[in-house]
């Protein structure tokens, strides 16, 4: 194979096999090598990789541009060869103990596509529907410097060895092991800034890998940081890219790799320290001579131009004015501007319009720089009363991380109003799958059980896993969002909050939404994990059945409330007529019926008798069976009058007739915060 890279003679040194094959290389920086680029990666004067320049919700890729043969040509069926790495790395944060994501090294088949990967927690490597399969083969080492609990991280500044996904199958703290010391462990922030050394080091013959991370110019230690018996014969395929990616969330990094060798069958030759570039000063740039040449020119022309530039500055600051006060430094990573979101949604065009409900209207955008497509959501907010807590609250739901919870990424704050910037759900929201009678064909079974089972893995998470208890309070068919692989993302948790934060304090209110809410909130109007596993019910029953949690009777006269309908037909013995006529016949009867009888189980009036997430969680793997029920034994008394009185302005909804009403937005395409 033809070595189509063009390589500075000082700098950098690569050696072929007489059948073209790359045995080895080395780049004592960067200039002039014509490496693979992507996203914000790019090569400065200096020679710094620099794979994240600092831009938010932005990734990038560095790879050597030939693919490497990594099983022999005389055994390609055969195990992988050894080989060892050895890389030099910086990365500045815009603070020093917080930094979002990191960067990793990483072998990939030459058939894997970098333009459908996520910035953020996906390092630019995965996405959201083939993170952890099998069939990426993509192998990785891990510089992660946030705590993911999504895939299981030890801590926010570790290293770790990625198969396939980003749930690493070993990691350890960031650290190395003093031979000068007497081999003592001594702890490294990935994220000072400082220049640091990674080996990577894989024994072909007795299927062992290991890392190693020391400060630059230091021996390399003896002990690896990590030792891992991996057979990387069912990761790895022959030909493929081997180079580094990273990414970045709601907070400014930037990446740097300094230098870079590779060997087959031997130890990667060593880097020459004094050939490296110097890593970028945190804040500035790499090298103040471009400033320097630059500085004359700049000045006359911002002379020139800053009687027109202050008209045009004046009319811009207007246009685009924000909310902003000094306590909000301490949220900056997580504010976006309001001329990026105006930008984004074309002005909040009509075009982009999502949907619209009791919290606000939802716009698709796709941001200027990063070009990721967001929702935003613009809520009203005249109140100040409680917006700083409020901003607080959004910003500490913005960190949490889980594939079955719609991503807040951030917020903006303009006259009296909230801009709310979440991940965009392609696929839209659940109802309207499920009322849509237009849509064709009809969400199947699968899909419906596998996105219950997802919401009530996001609902565990809030209830169980995060610091505090996190009550979502308005769980329903339009806040659970479909991703691309049509997996189920439980969204805007949290907000109810804002219409507490907004209200009389002399006041007491029940939010949520009708035929959602738990009878005790007639009582104490406090929302706890037993109502959100009230609405969770309803929720069940609701995708089983195809049938809104009210409706109007069909003979005429009062509402019917879901609960009841069905409590009718299973005390008939009809509990399979309740299935949703579009897929009754094309489903699991085992199923359903699990479905149905832990609906019900979940809506009984007693808090104390509805399961926890954790069980219900069980029940619906499998791994806990679901008690015997009869429905005479279970207790619904006291809901209907919740449902029809007591509630905040915005829980009273109006629900579509039509497929008109919903092309004008009245059921949310994206968010359902209505």
């Known amino acids: 194979m033809l070595l189509t890279v063009i390589l500075l003679c000082f700098n950098s040194l690569s050696h072929v096999h007489a059948s073209g094959d790359v045995t080895d290389f080395v780049f004592n920086g960067f200039a002039g090598a014509n490496l693979t680029v992507d996203d914000s990666a790019a090569v400065t004067p200096d020679g710094v990789l620099v794979l994240t320049n600092g831009t938010y919700l932005m990734k990038g890729h560095g790879l050597y541009p030939a693919p490497l043969h990594f099983r022999s040509p005389s055994s390609a069926a ?72 999504e895939f299981g991280d030890i801590d926010s500044n570790h290293v770790g060895i990625d198969l396939n996904g980003l749930r690493s199958v070993k990691a350890a703290s960031a650290a190395y092991y003093d031979d ?24 072909g013959p007795s299927t062992v890998l290991n890392v190693t991370l020391a400060p630059l110019r230091a021996p390399k230690p003896s002990r690896p940081l990590l030792s891992h018996a991996v057979d990387l014969s069912t990761v790895i395929t022959d030909a493929s890219f081997a180079g580094f990616a990273a990414s970045q969330g709601a907070m400014s990094s930037r990446h740097c790799v300094l230098g870079w060798s590779f060997s087959f ?9 004094a050939k490296l570039p110097k890593p970028p000063v945190a804040g500035g740039g790499t090298s103040n001579k471009v400033l320097e040449a630059v500085l004359p020119i700049g000045v006359v022309a911002f002379v020139l131009a800053a009687a027109a530039g202050a008209f045009v500055f004046g009319w811009r600051r207007v246009k685009y004015a924000e909310l ?108 309207r799958f499920l009322y849509d009678r237009e849509r064709k064909p009809a969400l199947d079974w699968g899909k419906r059980f596998r996105i219950m089972r997802d919401v009530a893995l996001g609902l565990f998470y809030l209830h169980n896993n995060c610091e505090q208890v996190i009550v979502h309070r308005d769980v329903k068919a339009s806040n659970v969002l479909l991703d691309g692989g049509m997996s189920g993302r439980l969204g805007d948790f949290g907000l109810a909050r804002l219409h507490d934060h907004g209200a009389d304090p002399r006041t007491t209110r029940v939010v949520g939404t009708i035929g959602y809410l738990a009878p005790e909130l007639a009582r104490t109007s406090k929302a706890t994990p037993r109502t959100d596993v009230f609405a969770f019910g309803v929720f069940l029953l609701e995708v089983t059945c195809g049938r809104r949690p009210i409706e109007d009777d ?99 909804l109006s629900y579509p007739t039509s497929a008109s009403d919903a092309s004008h937005g009245t059921v949310s395409d994206l968010s359902g915060g209505r």
Request: hydrophobic share 40%; net charge negative; aromatic share 10%.
């Open 78 to 149: 055969g195990g992988v060869l050894s080989f060892s790495t050895t890389f030099v790395f910086a990365i500045l944060s815009e603070y020093a103990d917080l930094s979002a994501y990191g960067l990793a090294f990483f072998v990939a088949p030459t058939t894997k596509s970098f333009s459908h990967t996520l910035p953020s927690q996906f390092m630019g490597l995965f996405n959201t529907s083939d993170v952890g399969n099998a069939t990426n083969h993509v192998f990785a080492v891990e510089l992660d410097t946030l705590l993911n609990v």
């Open 180 to 203: 000068g010391g007497g081999g003592v462990l001594r702890h490294m922030s990935l994220i000072s800034g400082e220049a640091m050394q990674v080996w990577v080091e894989y024994d």
């Open 265 to 273: 069958n031997g130890s990667a030759p060593p880097l020459d320290y």
């Open 324 to 431: 902003r006060e000094e306590w909000e430094d301490e949220f900056g990573p997580r504010r976006f501007s309001y001329k990026d979101l105006f930008l984004a949604t074309g002005g909040f065009a009509d075009r982009h319009l999502l949907g619209a409900g009791g919290f606000g209207r939802v716009y698709k955008g796709v941001l200027p720089a990063s070009k990721l497509e967001v929702a935003v959501k613009r809520v009203s907010h005249d109140s100040r009363q409680g917006i700083r807590e409020f901003v607080a609250e959004i910003t500490s739901i913005g960190r949490l991380q889980h594939r079955n919870l719609a991503r807040l990424l951030g917020y903006c704050r303009r006259r009296g109003e909230l801009l709310l910037v979440y991940e965009y759900m392609p696929n839209g929201s659940l109802d």
């Open 554 to 652: 069909a003979r005429g006269g009062d509402r019917v409330l879901l609960v009841d309908w069905v409590l009718g037909r299973w005390s008939e013995g009809r509990l399979g007529d309740c299935v949703d006529a579009g897929i009754r016949g094309e489903h699991d009867a085992g199923e359903a019926t699990l479905a149905l009888k832990l609906g019900m189980l979940c809506t009984q009036s007693s808090p104390g008798a509805r399961p926890t997430m954790v069980e219900v969680v069980q029940y619906l793997d499998g791994t806990l069976r679901l008690p015997e029920l009869l429905p005479t034994a279970l207790d619904f008394g006291g809901m209907a009058s919740l449902q029809s009185d007591g509630f905040d302005s915005y829980a009273v």
